[in-house]
């Protein structure tokens, strides 16, 4: 593999900080050279987070370029179609968890939110591909991250990082006393989407 990016954004206190600490344990065991990096932006005001992670022996930066993510892991609808717009490539794929953070001017009526259509169209205008997922009964929403992680270790979008591998750095990142409920939530994203 020359090079897989890696692009992955939600919006501050959704956990896309441990999403990118377990991804990237899982790349490392998997045996992919990585290189990444995280921007928080106003994290702690509920403001856009994103992590890049590139994998492969042609990576000399950490950043992913526009235009050129191999594979997009969003943790709300909006922030998936701003990162399918801006930074997806030609028939990537796109792993979003769907729920609705809105931000002030939705929330003030000066734009919409937008549907889940709007964000499979732009991808599709990529040749790309969309996978939604959303659990109808999970317990704690700072576990969407680990539903997101599920379903991409069922998915093999990146080669070798197997269901296994993506477990095992959970059980490595994760507090024991966390550990029953994620690996729950992991265990059934990875069997079941959204319709």
Same mark, same amino acid.
Do not use: W
């Given at each position: 593999?020359?090079? #897989?990016?890696? *692009?992955m +954004?939600? /919006? ?13 344990? @899982? +790349?490392?065991?998997?045996?992919? !050279?990585?290189m990444? +990096? ?11 987070? /994103? ?9 000399? %930066? ?20 701003? $990162? ?5 490539? !030609?028939?990537?794929?796109?792993i979003y968890?769907? %729920?609705i *953070? ?7 009526? !000066? %734009?919409?939110y ?7 169209? %732009? ?6 591909? /969309?996978?939604?997922? =959303?659990? &109808? ?8 991250? /680990? ?5 991409? @270790? ?9 269901? =296994? ?11 024991? !006393? $966390?550990?029953?409920?994620?690996? &729950?939530? #992991?265990e059934?994203? $990875?069997?079941?989407? @959204?319709?």
């Amino acid at each position: 593999m020359s090079s #897989f990016n890696i *692009y992955m +954004c939600g /919006v501050g206190g959704q956990g896309i900080g441990m999403l990118s600490e377990v991804l990237s344990r @899982a +790349c490392l065991d998997a045996g992919h !050279k990585i290189m990444g +990096c995280d921007t928080h932006g106003l994290a702690q005001r509920g403001g856009i987070v /994103v992590s890049h992670l590139r994998l492969g022996d042609g990576v000399r %930066t950490p950043r992913v370029p526009g235009g050129s993510a191999d594979l997009v892991i969003a943790l709300e609808r909006l922030e998936a179609l701003r $990162a399918a717009d801006a930074m997806l490539a !030609k028939s990537g794929t796109v792993i979003y968890y769907d %729920t609705i *953070y809105q931000p002030i001017h939705v929330r003030m009526g !000066k %734009t919409s939110y937008p549907e889940a259509d709007a964000l499979e169209e %732009t991808v599709k205008t990529r040749g790309g591909k /969309v996978e939604r997922v =959303q659990l &109808a009964d999970i317990d704690d929403p700072r576990m969407q991250n /680990v539903a997101l992680l599920g379903r991409l @270790a069922a998915t093999g979008v990146i080669g070798g990082v197997s269901a =296994q591998i993506v477990e095992q750095a959970l059980r490595d990142a994760l507090p024991a !006393k $966390a550990l029953a409920a994620n690996l &729950a939530v #992991f265990e059934q994203a $990875a069997e079941v989407t @959204a319709p």
